[in-house]
């Protein structure tokens, strides 16, 4: 049983380009969320999806920043005409459900994004 | 979101057991404590976690203070690969929303 797939695990991008991240949950799970991890920083929440459906977004930067959990397919999440500040770890969780009570969340390798 | 303290690192020697410390003295009833860690280059990787009960697992032990305003995650024996950074997160029961602090660092000697 595959974990959760990051992809890619590092990427370039110019300032102005377009970053694209990948994110397949674990078999069964239909819940992910998606965290920024800066530098020597502890995690940062960003978004919250269920299968088609955006549940939270509160931790997501206004502009920019986008995210979507299709039917089928991964999770993207996707950065317009990035910034050096969009330079950070993304890491992608999933879970079976959303009750944090029951135990754990499935965390990903990451995807290590540069913007240069 | 009630808040976690944590020292910013400890060391271990190697086959010691080592206690790493968490205050959380603004929990809620309903605030679970969970414990993750996080190797070099990798994602978050959960430990452990539990309400009011002290919990066992394979990997690790979790004392819960009888207030529930500290917690101590134990590794029995530590080895070089337990080298991570540890957090301590409080998730109020039945959401999902995870507020990592910046941990402690643990440093195992060989």
């Known amino acids: 049983n595959a974990g959760v797939m990051q992809n890619p695990r590092h990427l370039v991008r110019r300032r102005g380009q377009e970053a694209r991240l990948r994110c397949s949950p674990m078999k069964g799970h239909s819940h992910v969320y998606w965290y920024r991890q800066l530098p020597e920083e502890g995690l940062k929440f960003m978004v919250y999806?269920?299968?088609?459906?955006?549940?939270?977004e509160s931790g997501m930067p206004k502009e920019r920043f986008s995210a979507e959990f299709p039917k089928e397919g991964p999770s993207i999440l996707r950065i317009q005409q990035v910034v050096r500040g969009d330079s950070a770890a993304y890491f992608c969780a999933s879970s079976p459900s959303k009750s944090s009570n029951t135990g754990e969340l499935f965390f990903g390798e990451g995807s290590r994004l540069t913007v240069l | 979101d009630a808040k976690t303290t944590q020292p910013n690192s400890m060391e271990s020697n190697e086959e010691e057991p080592v206690h790493l410390p968490c205050n959380h003295s603004?929990?809620?009833?309903?605030?679970?404590i969970h414990w993750y860690r996080q190797l070099p280059s990798q994602g978050p990787e959960y430990v452990i976690h539990g309400l009011t009960s002290n919990v066992n697992n394979r990997m690790a032990s979790l004392a819960i203070a009888e207030d529930r305003k500290s917690s101590t995650l134990i590794l029995h024996r530590a080895t070089l690969r337990d080298a991570a950074v540890y957090y301590c997160?409080?998730?109020?029961?039945?959401?999902?929303?995870?507020?990592f602090g910046t941990g402690t660092r643990l440093k195992v000697l060989a």
């Open positions: 603004t929990i809620s009833g309903t605030d679970y």
């Open positions: 999806l269920q299968k088609e459906n955006i549940i939270d």
């Open positions: 997160i409080l998730i109020i029961s039945g959401t999902y929303k995870y507020i």
